[in-house]
């Protein structure tokens, strides 16, 4: 499938397939929420608003997803 601009390839184990069908559902779920926060070039994305809307000193509201790579991105800049 397609997600985030690229193609994306799952490979499932499983006792059965209707299992491994789930597991591979919920991964590509899991992207699409993800793309939903971070991308940069869909301007309903969480980045994109924060973006637009954030104003410089006053605190603002994220998700944990946004709010962890935040912490880890000023964690390595250090």
Known sequence: RVRM???FRTTV???DEASANSAADAAYRRIKE???V???Y???SE???LTKEIVPG??????AD???LLERSVAFSE
């Open 66 to 68: 946004l709010f962890g």
């Open 38 to 40: 971070f991308s940069d």
């Open 34 to 36: 993800l793309n939903d």
């Open 47 to 49: 980045v994109s608003r």
């Open 42 to 44: 869909d301007p309903r």
């Open 5 to 7: 601009g690229m193609p």
């Open 13 to 15: 184990y499983a006792d």
């Open 58 to 63: 006053e605190p603002r509201k994220v998700s």
